[in-house]
């Protein structure tokens, strides 16, 4: 009886942790919609705020990361930086396509970024620090982005996109890593405290999202150190 016990207790663990998998799975934030076959664009809360870190960096002037002013000077500078992935939870694709094709609706806003080594879409989404009250501390950069599918989320298979042919297939996500390039808010001589880390995207409101569900914009609370002493790596 004992053993039947255990192996029941075993098997219900087992039912329990694979059933567990599989809710993670399929338990998305933003699961796709009927959005008119439009995108809905937003960003992965959990990603964001659990690569959230500060660091201290150093740039020179023939940096790509300066010249694109990413960061406010050279030297050593203090930077917030954190992962951004864009998900399209609507049913339709984001397609941004070709910058070469001349009847690409999009063609005015393709720039190219020497950080990177593509082109992006300019004005796409803001970073900027603020006070717990809402003031603006850092307005941050615009960083711009090249839409691709990096994971996906929900829904069916990836149509492929990438910075050759932009875009983001329903259901999936584009992933921008902290240690990209300006994938940050330069935070040098921010003074010790508490504030708010907001991110907007589709700021100038390129893209047509249908109904729009789904927020354009994510804010969390960091805790800035003294600026006088150094954060490790
Ligand atoms: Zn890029």
């Known amino acids: 009886m004992k053993q039947i016990t255990v192996g029941l207790a075993l098997l219900l663990l087992v ?9 993670q799975r399929s338990s998305v934030d933003y699961p796709v919609y009927d959005n008119g076959g439009k995108p809905d664009l937003t960003i992965d809360p959990k990603r964001f705020v659990s690569q959230m870190a500060i660091i201290d960096r150093y740039f020179d002037a023939a940096g790509c990361e300066f010249q694109e002013g990413a960061v406010g000077g050279t030297g050593y500078r203090r930077i917030l930086r954190f992962d951004t992935v864009v998900i399209n939870g609507g049913d339709g694709d984001l ?3 070709d910058r070469a094709d001349p009847t690409n ?17 300019r004005d796409f989404s803001v970073y900027e ?14 960083q711009g982005f090249c839409f691709e599918d990096s994971f996906k989320y929900d829904g069916g298979k990836s149509h492929g996109y990438d910075c050759a ?12 890593y902290k240690q990209l390039g300006g994938q940050w808010i330069d ?5 010790e405290g508490d504030y708010i880390v907001r991110v907007t995207i589709n700021l ?9 569900r789904y927020p354009n914009v994510i804010e969390t609370r960091i805790h800035v150190p003294d600026p006088r002493n150094k954060v490790s790596n």
Do not use: M, R
């Open 15 to 23: 039912l329990l942790t694979s059933q567990h998998a599989v809710a």
């Open 95 to 97: 397609i941004v396509g």
């Open 105 to 121: 609706p999009y063609a005015a806003y393709f720039y190219f970024s020497p950080c990177h080594g593509h082109y992006h879409i």
């Open 129 to 142: 620090l603020l006070t717990l009250d809402g003031t603006l501390v850092v307005a941050g950069h615009k």
């Open 165 to 176: 042919y932009q875009g983001i297939t329903s259901g999936w996500g584009d992933w921008y």
């Open 187 to 191: 935070i040098t001589g921010v003074p």
């Open 204 to 212: 100038a409101g390129i893209f047509d999202e249908g109904a729009n």
